[in-house]
Structure formats: C-alpha cells, structure tokens
Nanobody, 123 residues
Framework: QVQLVESGGGLGQAGDSLRLSCAASGGLFSWYSMGWFRQVLGKEREVVAAIDRFGGSAYYADSVKGRFTIFRDNAKNAVYLQMNSLKPEDTAVYYC????????????????WGQGTQVAVSS
C-alpha cells in the first residue's frame, strides 16, 4: 500500500506562484508513475500533469502548459507541482496519485490517491 500526503496548497492571487508537494510512503516510489489531478465541486476530476517513473517524460494539460511543472525526487519519495502565473480558474482541490502503469492520464489507472489540498486563486 502506498500512502500519499499532499501539502503546499493555499490562497493566492492571479499571477502568484505556489508549489505543491506530495510525500509518498509504504511502497517503492520509483515503481510508480505519478500524477497531479484537480477537481472542482460538481465537476469531474481532471489530470493536470503526470510524470513517468524516473522523471524522463511528462504530460501537461493544455490549460497549464507553460505555467506548471511537475518533477519528482525519487531519493526523497516525493513529487512536486510548481504552479506559476496562477489564474482564478486554477482554483480546485489538487490530488496527488500513483499509478503502476507507465505514464498515464487516465484517472482509473491510478491506484493510490492522496487526500487533496485546496488551492484558491483570487483575481
């Protein structure tokens, strides 16, 4: 079993930067590709970014491309999401997730999820 704990969310203004962190425990971290997802109340959970097991390849949703960066540190069992140039539409609960599949954007291919961290961006 892999446990994931997100941190780093909070309140910001448009144009600000935030960094989300996700600490993993209970499994071999480098075995898993990792993803960041977000969800707004009443809407489906959507992928924001994903990264393969060793950080060689990454995927970004079009809405965050050029603003967000996903990276991981396998020695620290952690994955991060650097969010720059935040927009009000980035407001959501952000979730970290782990998948035993290769780099994937499918929600149902992620077996382990964190509890989520709220990000709120005001205009």
């Amino acid at each position: 079993q892999v446990q994931l704990v997100e941190s780093g969310g909070g309140l910001g203004q448009a144009g600000d930067s935030l960094r989300l962190s996700c600490a993993a425990s209970g499994g071999l971290f480098s075995w898993y590709s990792m993803g960041w997802f977000r969800q707004v109340l009443g809407k489906e959970r959507e992928v924001v970014a994903a990264i393969d097991r060793f950080g060689g390849s990454a995927y970004y949703a079009d809405s965050v491309k050029g603003r967000f960066t996903i990276f991981r540190d396998n020695a620290k069992n952690a994955v991060y999401l650097q969010m720059n140039s935040l927009k009000p539409e980035d407001t959501a609960v952000y979730y970290c997730a782990a998948s035993s599949w290769p780099l994937t954007t499918a929600v149902n291919e992620y077996e382990y999820w964190g509890q989520g961290t709220q990000v709120a961006v005001s205009s």
